[in-house]
């Protein structure tokens, strides 16, 4: 049955990602594993989204990946415990809503601000394969600025890499909220500055030791199976001072032991300082106590993954869309207004007066 719009008076959290596939361990515990946290607390109203409009910004020559991409990344959002009975779960294209606002705060977006941000240079240099010379590739923080503000929520949970994201949406909502205020409630913003979650994460390296990250291609993903996350352990880089078996190594020094502080229980760390530091166990030993960590924590995911068919994962985010649809009108309704763009003979705002205005 069609669940109505959540409408509550806890403070709203938002956050989303891009359907880049598979989500890895690495975006389970920098982002996912904190999403679910706060769903399950009950102290804010959650809305999480699969941003698919942002993935054209970078692949837009072939698209033809981002919507099975998208089931995908909504399979691993239910497995890891998001449940749409208590968040709203949507996909960006199903709510029109974030093009017209993301057109509308465009026009009023210095060029110079989308030219500044740092991750601009950086991805046209590191997706030098491809041409992001190009206007939606310049736009994208417009759009990830519409992405929040049309859901008027007061954090947005991300990483520290993300603040400053978060920090050019706060000043375009400043921006919009200089040039333009509701008819009749003037000390009103019609756009609220949203505030930063951060979301602690720890230090999580891939297999080659380096950052978990999709394009180094060295990540355990949450639907890998027992036997691939032990395969891919046995290969993980040590510490390099341990060549050989009689060599004595330290677990703080060595991904592996990054992977053992965030998965192991306390007893397993003692024996694997104690083992490492006096060459009294192998890496191949030790890598096991590792997986049997990884495995305690992606075997509900996965467990859960598997109760959920693609048609079922299309009506949760059809329905979950079909929520966001509505609080995102609420919210542009109050846009047109604030900037005189609705056709009416009435004195009162089409969008009504918003309560503690
Ligand atoms: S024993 Fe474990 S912590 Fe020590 S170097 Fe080998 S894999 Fe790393």
């Not at 596939?21 to 804010?44: E, P």
């Not at 005189?340 to 969008?351: A, C, N």
């Amino acid at each position: 049955m069609a669940k109505p719009a959540i409408s509550t008076s806890r403070p709203r959290v938002l956050s989303g990602m891009r359907p880049t596939g598979k989500l890895h361990l690495g975006n389970y515990m920098g982002a996912l594993a904190n999403w679910v946290k706060l769903q399950n607390q009950g102290a804010y109203e959650c809305y999480f989204f699969i941003a698919d409009w942002h993935a054209l910004t970078t692949d837009y020559a072939d698209p033809s990946q981002i919507a099975p991409n998208s089931l995908e990344v909504m399979l691993d959002y239910l497995a890891a415990g998001l449940d749409p009975e208590r968040s709203v779960l949507f996909l960006q294209s199903r709510v029109l809503q974030h093009a017209e606002l993301a057109l509308l705060l465009g026009m009023s977006t210095p060029l110079g601000w989308l030219e500044r941000v740092p991750s601009y240079k950086e991805m046209q240099e590191n997706l030098s394969n491809r041409d992001l010379t190009t206007y939606g590739f310049l736009g994208y923080p417009v759009l990830m600025a519409a992405d929040i503000l049309l859901y008027q929520p007061d954090f947005v949970p991300v990483g520290q890499d993300q603040q400053a994201h978060v920090e050019l949406t706060r000043e375009m909502a400043r921006r919009f909220n200089a040039f333009y205020r509701l008819p009749g409630e003037e000390r009103c913003e019609v756009l609220p500055e949203p505030k930063v979650l951060l979301t602690p994460s720890p230090r999580l390296p891939g297999t080659d030791g380096r950052k978990m990250s999709k394009s180094y291609g060295n990540t355990i993903l949450l639907s890998d199976p027992e036997p691939v996350v032990r395969q891919k352990l046995r290969t993980m880089v040590t510490d390099p001072a341990r060549v050989r078996r009689t060599d004595s190594g330290d677990p703080d020094k060595c991904p592996v032991g990054d992977l053992h502080k965030v998965f192991s229980t306390p007893e397993t760390m003692g024996k694997v300082y104690e083992g490492c530091r006096s060459a009294g166990i192998g890496c191949i030993e030790c890598k096991g106590w590792a997986a049997d960590g990884l495995m305690k924590v992606l075997q509900p995911v996965q467990d859960r993954r598997a109760q959920f068919t693609e048609p079922q994962v299309i009506e949760i985010l059809e329905d979950g869309s079909r929520r966001a649809r509505i609080r995102a009108e609420q919210t542009m309704r109050e846009v047109r207004d604030a900037m005189r763009m609705t056709l009416t003979t009435e004195k009162e705002p089409v969008s009504g007066s918003r309560p503690g205005c």
